[in-house]
């Protein structure tokens, strides 16, 4: 079964605006990680995030970590056009047993930025 | 340049008829991985490969086969495919299998019709 989960299913923006994202998660996690997927393309790695951070940034991507409710937000700066596509979280098991090589991704969210 | 390369891209096939799709990265990563992509399930893991001559199923591993011969290539292979395997796969690797921590490296994937 899906570990994250993404929220809102779809989002759809101006050129400029802030997008936020985000996941929620059902168990405790070590880490997680956000990827983002272009139209007919392979999932492309853009931030990880550990259990014992609150934020990161990366370029135009902030990205938060709250372990205590079970959830994370994506937040890109200033959209442009070329941020269009479908974001997903992904998390470990966290303490449910062995998690070595498994990877749980969410449903993701489509993201459209209009010019 | 630094890949997973996923063969064929697309494929339209009868049911029952053998299939076998190929992922090779040159990477030198230990780690290896195959997910099935579906509309409104997100990505859920096939089989995973932590090293040469070691695989393990992950969440959905009915109805496919793995192997893992070569450092290199983990070819997914349908014995007798069905149309409820019909979906989007992507292959993908990193240098261990601690997944958690580190970013994973997607191949464009593979659009599978089953007829």
């Known amino acids: 079964s899906q570990q994250g989960e993404e929220d809102p299913q779809a989002l759809s923006i101006q050129e400029g605006e802030n997008a936020t994202m985000n996941c929620s998660y059902k168990?405790?996690?070590?880490?997680l990680q956000w990827y983002r997927q272009n139209s007919g393309r392979g999932l492309v790695h853009l931030i990880l995030?550990?259990?014992?951070?609150r934020e990161k940034h990366s370029g135009r991507l902030r990205v938060t970590l709250d372990t205590s409710k079970k959830s994370s937000s994506l937040l890109i700066t200033a959209s442009r056009a070329a941020d269009t596509a479908s974001y997903f979280c992904?998390?470990?098991?966290?303490?449910?047993?062995?998690?070595?090589?498994?990877?749980?991704f969410g449903r993701g969210t489509q993201l459209t930025v209009w010019p | 340049e630094a890949q997973v390369t996923q063969n064929p891209r697309y494929l339209i096939t009868v049911t029952g008829k053998k299939l076998t799709v190929t992922c090779s990265q040159n990477?030198?990563?230990?780690?290896m991985s195959w997910y099935r992509q579906d509309p409104g399930l997100g990505l859920r893991q096939i089989y995973y490969?932590?090293?040469?001559?070691?695989?393990d199923k992950g969440d959905v591993p009915e109805g496919y086969k793995v192997s893992r011969k070569e450092k290199r290539n983990f070819p997914l292979i349908l014995e007798s495919p069905s149309p409820n395997q019909t979906s989007l796969y992507f292959c993908?690797?990193?240098?261990?299998?601690?997944?958690?921590?580190?970013?994973?490296?997607f191949g464009d994937g593979t659009r599978l019709s089953i007829l």
């Open positions: 995030i550990r259990s014992n951070e």
């Open positions: 990477m030198n990563h230990e780690y």
């Open positions: 168990t405790s996690i070590n880490n």
């Open positions: 490969s932590m090293n040469v001559e070691v695989t």
């Open positions: 992904a998390t470990d098991g966290g303490d449910r047993g062995s998690t070595l090589g498994r990877l749980y």
């Open positions: 993908a690797s990193s240098y261990t299998g601690d997944v958690s921590n580190q970013p994973q490296h």
